[in-house]
């Protein structure tokens, strides 16, 4: 029997957090990073430095024998660079959550590889529990990317760019939006001398019981409650914050109409 | 040398969700629950026949030989409820985040005895690393609380009834307000057939995360990267959740601010 094709040669176009932390996952797993390209050459000097692969200092430099050129830049860019790519004798991907993958079809043989997680700098970070988001133009392709997430995850999901900006639009609300409370609520802690720490447990098992709970029957709390004085007495106490103010409001209503 | 006294004999008024994991954790200590009043005689019922306690149907009923009654029971009833219980030999601790401390005067012997944590009904909680927060009109039953908590907790801070509002308002906007943002992500996910579980990953790193790092420089997203045209595209996404665009759109700019 013929060996199965697999993917093992590749190409970063991109050498951001998701970047690093995808190159990082890939060597792991016995992958050969070929050339990196980064509108930074700073950057890209790192990146090759760490993993051990050559720099392109133009993109119509790169090399066309990969398996997988990897394009993980902003989202606004992703167009442009992939036309302005050779072809190449692989699969043309990005990892975009917000991008069509239709942005790619220049390239006979395109797809994504969306990881569905928050990538921080200088943070190490367990992957294989993350989910990845894969799509290809062709049946063979998709194989050949969920087999690649694979090795790096157990969760590996064919969803089409449709579904897949859903994803990433709930993922800002799940993530970015969350973490932007937490700031505020660090913040607010500061100004009376608090520490944030004794917050974290609290964090944990909020972010812990929706693993079990519904988040609807998850909620507790003053909105949840309808009480009304209590919050009356918060909002008094975000005087110093107006903008917190308007959100706290925003929110327990949201709240209060979700549990009417 | 004599025997430290400590708290061993509690009534407590409130059978509800905090009532009840308190109940639990303090049974387990060996603590002995003597009685139970509740403004809903079910529940007192159900509560007594678990934690096998007597039920009192008046609050001039409650004996007066116990070490402590907890009230545990809404903010706006506590002083009233204070002002009615008999005289007793113990101490007189409520168990709320937004209450001062002084609505409980009336007992020569009074305190609070605040978990900082967000209780739900049926799941079963992991006490032991959440913050209990301890004050007291006298140092002597301080310790009893503090020394009482911690039996329950490896956490216990004496918090006094200012900072502690302030720890509930925050408690509030990191706990409900994030459970809100999960509700909604999976109201949307569910409009598109996709399952919520897919961001569970992305949910418990974003909680996790800032247990390492201040949670400004833990901020991702097109928010923080200024990428104007991801949120155009978001904001549109939202056309058929109108009080969710109004909040994505809040909280983006606050993002904005925070990282301008």
Redesign the interface.
């Not at 569905?116 to 921080?120: A, D, E, H, I, S």
């Not at 900006?165 to 660090?186: E, G």
């Given at each position: 029997m013929e060996k199965e094709k697999t993917i093992q040669r590749i190409s970063f176009i991109g050498s951001g957090?998701v970047a690093s932390h995808l190159a990082e996952a890939l060597v792991r797993q016995g992958k050969q990073i070929e050339e990196v390209y980064s509108p930074s050459p700073e950057h890209a000097k790192t990146f090759a430095e760490r993993w051990k692969c050559r720099v392109v200092n133009r993109l119509s430099d790169l090399q066309p024998q990969v398996d997988l050129c990897l394009i993980s830049i902003?989202?606004?860019s992703i167009k442009s660079v992939a036309d302005t790519i050779p072809e190449i004798k692989g699969i043309v991907a990005h990892t975009s959550g917000?991008t069509s993958m239709d942005v790619l079809k220049k390239h006979k043989r395109h797809g994504v590889f969306y990881p569905?997680?928050?990538?921080?700098k200088d943070?190490r970070?367990a992957l294989e529990?993350?989910?990845f988001c894969i799509e290809s133009n062709n049946q063979s392709d998709k194989v050949l990317l969920m087999d690649l997430a694979g090795l790096i995850t157990e969760?590996v999901?064919e969803i089409n760019s449709?579904?897949r900006?859903?994803?990433?639009?709930?993922?800002?609300?799940?993530?970015?939006?969350?973490?932007?409370?937490?700031?505020?609520?660090?913040e607010?802690?500061e100004s009376?001398?608090?520490d944030?720490e004794?917050?974290?447990?609290?964090?944990?098992?909020?972010?812990?019981?929706?693993?079990?709970?519904?988040?609807?029957?998850?909620?507790?709390?003053?909105?949840?409650?309808k009480?009304q004085?209590?919050m009356s007495?918060?909002l008094e106490?975000?005087t110093d914050f107006p903008?917190y103010k308007?959100?706290?409001q925003?929110?327990s209503d949201?709240?209060l109409?979700?549990h009417s």
């Open positions: 957090n902003p989202d606004d917000i569905l997680q928050t990538f921080t943070r970070l529990k993350s989910p969760k999901f449709e579904q900006r859903y994803l990433h639009l709930t993922a800002v609300m799940v993530s970015n939006f969350s973490n932007h409370l937490y700031h505020l609520a660090h607010v802690l009376k001398g608090l944030f004794l917050l974290l447990p609290l964090i944990f098992e909020t972010a812990n019981k929706v693993h079990d709970i519904h988040p609807h029957a998850a909620q507790t709390g003053p909105a949840k409650r009480d004085k209590t007495k918060h106490m975000l903008e308007k959100l706290y925003l929110l949201q709240i109409d979700a």
